[in-house]
């Protein structure tokens, strides 16, 4: 049962080589022996795991299971689950039991899969190494003297070790991509408004997006098959109907035209991390594709707007957290102005508050246009820059992060330097477009990611364009030496 | 751009953080090097370039302002018992109004 994908274990489910119950024991067990080492798990819901198993296998002796019923899962602590503490990775929320389930955790019940607990995230999703968490840094399956990425690196690290078949993730400036790099795993944010963001926390909410993260890219085309989806409930949700990414995933790459971005191979990327991506296009050029180099002239102006768009952004979705209907409060406040400024002063981290007061000065009197409007302006720039790519070439391919999987503590006190590892993700969210990163190799111990990038719903491309890779290396199907 | 601890103490009151006097150096400097990234920007003209706010430039959908519970079960009770301080359906916080 152990090193199995999502696919492989349907087939054994479905083949009654084990049950629902027995599978999820075993990954319940893994997570018991492993999670002190890695911090990878915020809570384990070992009782609603067992319950929803046992009513997979029942659903299964009924014949009425999918690809999907009776697979564990691990879901990020940013998705509210209903009567289990959902603490998106902040002191705010350590005590916050959702009333309810996201969308994304209520179409994936739906289908039966059984949730093996909640993952560890830096706090609010700030963060890009995970060390930004109430509970504690998590550590990288590889290295454990490395972060896993950010700020997803819970669950990354979790389907790393292989303490679970996949997990749920979310993005914002490259956290699925980013820790699916560090971890050696496959994992896409799909076009903005695919995934509802329906009791999906919010950080940045014209930037986020849900996604799976999972080893390979069939499986990460089942769970986001069942993830997207219309909801009336998200007012950004896209209303079209999504395909089922599975079909669509083994189709020949003949003829695929590649775009290979040149500012995406200059100053700021590792030697090491550009000759293994190299070596990944060559392979690409081996089954078919046809690559040249394209330009986005204005990829350095990434990471300033993003820096002004999702501050701002966030310092008014955190104002919702005022020690009044749910969250932290402090104790004994003297008047409300005190009620509000201790309990968010208690309840939040350090990141968090700076982020929160980054944005509060870009939306302020006198500031607004010269940041929060400049930004949205240069955001245009960089959507037409995609635009003008996507009329030439079907994919761009790029490194995914700059570097591999940096020691813990390297970046903490530069909060620029930690900002750089997004450098390649970021634009993807301001324009609004899918993006996936695969496993293409190692340096030393550590795994390297490929970064897909697809225009607007070519969700179903970049699972094909993955998975015809996977067909011809094995990178994927490696496993950490300390976690076999 | 940099920032005197004034300019600091006032953000910090808009955003209803506190911040320690210890720590105003020190946030003063991040917020200058983020401000001094994010300026970048001003390489660019991007006069006459209209603003971003939604990357497929969709409108976003609204719904009708109505008054309910979303069921039985999910009623006002039930959504007031994560609530720090509740008062007969109400939520606490200290006097507001002096009279």
Redesign the interface.
């Given at each position: 049962m152990k090193e199995k994908t999502i696919s492989q274990l349907s087939i054994g489910l479905a083949a009654k080589e084990f049950s629902s119950k027995e599978l999820t024991q075993m990954f319940l067990e893994r997570i018991k022996k492993f999670n002190p080492l890695l911090n990878a798990f915020i809570t384990v819901t070992n009782d609603v795991a067992l319950v929803q198993a046992q009513a997979a296998d029942r659903r299964r002796q009924q014949g009425l299971a999918g690809p999907l019923t009776g697979i564990p899962i691990a879901q990020k602590d940013i998705f509210c689950t209903n009567g289990v503490r959902t603490s998106c990775g902040s002191r705010m929320l350590d005590c916050f039991i959702a009333p309810y389930n996201a969308t994304v955790v209520e179409k994936l019940n739906a289908v039966g899969m059984v949730m093996l607990g909640k993952t560890n995230m830096d706090e609010f999703a700030m963060g890009s190494s995970n060390e930004n968490s109430f509970y504690g840094p998590v550590k990288n399956p590889w290295d454990l003297d490395t972060v896993p990425g950010g700020s997803s690196g819970g669950s990354a690290a979790a389907v790393a070790a292989w303490l679970a078949p996949a997990a749920t993730a979310t993005d914002t400036g490259g956290s699925i991509r980013q820790p699916a790099a560090l971890c050696g795993l496959t994992g896409i944010k799909p076009t903005y408004g695919l995934v509802s963001r329906w009791g999906m926390i919010a950080y940045a909410s014209s930037l986020d997006q849900g996604g799976p993260l999972a080893h390979t890219a069939e499986d990460c085309a089942f769970l986001l098959s069942a993830m997207a989806g219309f909801d009336p409930r998200d007012s950004t949700s896209i209303d079209r109907p999504i395909p089922d990414y599975v079909n669509t995933i083994k189709q020949p790459l003949e003829g695929l035209r590649i775009g290979l971005p040149k500012e995406y191979f200059s100053d700021g990327l590792d030697n090491a991390v550009a000759h293994t991506v190299e070596i990944a296009i060559d392979q690409y050029q081996k089954l078919g594709a046809r690559i040249r180099e394209i330009s986005l002239p204005n990829s350095h102006l990434a990471i300033p707007a993003y820096y002004v768009i999702a501050p701002a952004e966030c310092s008014s979705n955190l104002a919702r957290f005022d020690g009044v209907r749910y969250g932290h409060r402090c104790n004994s406040p003297k008047d409300l102005l005190d009620l509000y400024t201790r309990s968010r002063t208690q309840g939040f981290g350090d990141e968090v508050k700076r982020r929160i007061l980054v944005g509060t000065f870009a939306l302020s009197a006198g500031y607004y246009d010269a940041y929060y409007l400049k930004a949205q302006q240069i955001r245009r720039l960089i959507s037409d820059d995609f635009q003008r790519a996507f009329e030439y070439i079907d994919v761009i391919a790029g490194p995914t992060s700059p570097t591999v999987a940096f020691n813990l503590g390297e970046r903490v006190d530069d909060p620029i330097k930690m900002y750089l590892s997004d450098m390649y993700t970021i634009a993807v969210n301001l324009a609004g477009l899918p993006g996936l990163s695969l496993p293409v190799g190692f340096v030393g111990k550590h795994p390297v990611g490929l970064q897909l990038i697809g225009n607007y719903f070519t969700e179903g491309r970049l699972l094909n364009v993955a998975h015809r890779y996977q067909q011809v290396t094995d990178w994927h199907a490696r496993v950490p030496n300390e976690f076999t | 751009m940099s920032?005197e601890p004034i300019e600091?103490r006032k953000?910090?009151y808009?955003?209803?953080?506190?911040i320690l006097d210890q720590d105003i150096p020190t946030?003063s400097r991040?917020?200058a090097?983020?401000?001094t990234?994010?300026?970048?920007?001003?390489d660019?003209d991007?006069t006459g370039?209209?603003?971003?706010?939604?990357?497929?430039d969709?409108p976003?959908?609204?719904?009708a302002d109505e008054i309910g519970e979303i069921s039985e079960l999910?009623n006002r009770e039930?959504?007031q018992?994560?609530?720090?301080?509740v008062e007969s359906g109400l939520?606490l916080?200290?006097?507001?109004i002096d009279y």
């Amino acid at each position: 049962m152990k090193e199995k994908t999502i696919s492989q274990l349907s087939i054994g489910l479905a083949a009654k080589e084990f049950s629902s119950k027995e599978l999820t024991q075993m990954f319940l067990e893994r997570i018991k022996k492993f999670n002190p080492l890695l911090n990878a798990f915020i809570t384990v819901t070992n009782d609603v795991a067992l319950v929803q198993a046992q009513a997979a296998d029942r659903r299964r002796q009924q014949g009425l299971a999918g690809p999907l019923t009776g697979i564990p899962i691990a879901q990020k602590d940013i998705f509210c689950t209903n009567g289990v503490r959902t603490s998106c990775g902040s002191r705010m929320l350590d005590c916050f039991i959702a009333p309810y389930n996201a969308t994304v955790v209520e179409k994936l019940n739906a289908v039966g899969m059984v949730m093996l607990g909640k993952t560890n995230m830096d706090e609010f999703a700030m963060g890009s190494s995970n060390e930004n968490s109430f509970y504690g840094p998590v550590k990288n399956p590889w290295d454990l003297d490395t972060v896993p990425g950010g700020s997803s690196g819970g669950s990354a690290a979790a389907v790393a070790a292989w303490l679970a078949p996949a997990a749920t993730a979310t993005d914002t400036g490259g956290s699925i991509r980013q820790p699916a790099a560090l971890c050696g795993l496959t994992g896409i944010k799909p076009t903005y408004g695919l995934v509802s963001r329906w009791g999906m926390i919010a950080y940045a909410s014209s930037l986020d997006q849900g996604g799976p993260l999972a080893h390979t890219a069939e499986d990460c085309a089942f769970l986001l098959s069942a993830m997207a989806g219309f909801d009336p409930r998200d007012s950004t949700s896209i209303d079209r109907p999504i395909p089922d990414y599975v079909n669509t995933i083994k189709q020949p790459l003949e003829g695929l035209r590649i775009g290979l971005p040149k500012e995406y191979f200059s100053d700021g990327l590792d030697n090491a991390v550009a000759h293994t991506v190299e070596i990944a296009i060559d392979q690409y050029q081996k089954l078919g594709a046809r690559i040249r180099e394209i330009s986005l002239p204005n990829s350095h102006l990434a990471i300033p707007a993003y820096y002004v768009i999702a501050p701002a952004e966030c310092s008014s979705n955190l104002a919702r957290f005022d020690g009044v209907r749910y969250g932290h409060r402090c104790n004994s406040p003297k008047d409300l102005l005190d009620l509000y400024t201790r309990s968010r002063t208690q309840g939040f981290g350090d990141e968090v508050k700076r982020r929160i007061l980054v944005g509060t000065f870009a939306l302020s009197a006198g500031y607004y246009d010269a940041y929060y409007l400049k930004a949205q302006q240069i955001r245009r720039l960089i959507s037409d820059d995609f635009q003008r790519a996507f009329e030439y070439i079907d994919v761009i391919a790029g490194p995914t992060s700059p570097t591999v999987a940096f020691n813990l503590g390297e970046r903490v006190d530069d909060p620029i330097k930690m900002y750089l590892s997004d450098m390649y993700t970021i634009a993807v969210n301001l324009a609004g477009l899918p993006g996936l990163s695969l496993p293409v190799g190692f340096v030393g111990k550590h795994p390297v990611g490929l970064q897909l990038i697809g225009n607007y719903f070519t969700e179903g491309r970049l699972l094909n364009v993955a998975h015809r890779y996977q067909q011809v290396t094995d990178w994927h199907a490696r496993v950490p030496n300390e976690f076999t | 751009m940099s920032l005197e601890p004034i300019e600091i103490r006032k953000i910090a009151y808009l955003s209803r953080l506190d911040i320690l006097d210890q720590d105003i150096p020190t946030y003063s400097r991040n917020l200058a090097d983020i401000l001094t990234l994010v300026e970048q920007m001003n390489d660019v003209d991007t006069t006459g370039v209209v603003p971003m706010a939604h990357p497929l430039d969709m409108p976003q959908r609204l719904r009708a302002d109505e008054i309910g519970e979303i069921s039985e079960l999910i009623n006002r009770e039930y959504l007031q018992a994560i609530a720090p301080q509740v008062e007969s359906g109400l939520y606490l916080v200290p006097k507001v109004i002096d009279y």
